[in-house]
């Protein structure tokens, strides 16, 4: 099968397109053929080596840490899924940037998503449904998004909407409207939140998200005055050193059925930035560790 594949860590130069070993499914899992894959942070970071002491992986490696994709082979122990089946899910740590990849979690794409759509819900929905799970219920909350326009923060943003929390989420100006037409009230970057949040919430802030590669985790600290009721996904020393929670996706069905649902209902769309091909792995690299937003890659 063709898949983009790295013999050394590196730039995305590292990358290129070569032949490899189909893998198979195996008890609880099921194969597709992938249609498209989502670049997220882990797959440049794991490809860079600057994990390679605490998430080591075998190489050469396969890049890609989720997929969208037809269903070809059933596990044995699958009762939910059949051959034919379109689904979007988890792979393994890096292993789905190939013309076949294996899920150990995975969900039916709603009909109302776009392939593109449903290649990019798999890491996001899960880690965002993660979050809520770990915050408890939100209803009539009002929740504090640091990075809301990004892939986790827009969906958590969705599910925390859908569960009737009041959103607050901060953003680059140029990416308000998108989340004010979610229902999100925006707020900007940097020096000042506390005070821009407050004038968006005087009665305070119940829960906050880190979800941006910003400095801000002790201010929201500070602005919900609760450690247990703030989660990052980006930094895992910060939230050792403050005593809070950082949240990971785990391969679990039940997340991305929750994602699915919300997408059928019309109360969650995964974004998509860019679609690029797959010969064009390395540029999909770069523009994600660039902060050009969510990128898919396409297979098809």
Known sequence: MRAARYH??????????????????TASSVRIKVLAVSVNPIDYLLRSGVLQEVLPIGLPAIPGRDAVGVIDEVGEGVSNARVGDLVFGLGGVSDTTAEFAVLTAWSGVPSNWSVEQAAAAG????????VLNALGDLSGKTFLIEGASGAVGSAAAAFALAAGARVIGTARPEN????EKLGVATTTYGPG???????LAPEGTDAALHSAPSASLPDLVDIVGDTSRVTTVIDAEGAARLGLRKVD????SSLLDHAANLGRLGLYSPRVDHVLPLASIREAHELSAGGAGKIVVTLI
């Open 8 to 25: 050394e860590y590196g730039n995305p130069d590292v990358m290129t397109i070569e032949e490899t070993t189909e893998p198979h499914a």
């Open 123 to 130: 890491l996001a929905s899960a880690t965002a449904a993660g």
């Open 176 to 179: 308000h409207e998108y989340l």
């Open 193 to 199: 939140l506390a005070d821009r949040v407050k004038a």
């Open 249 to 252: 996706a785990v391969n679990d």
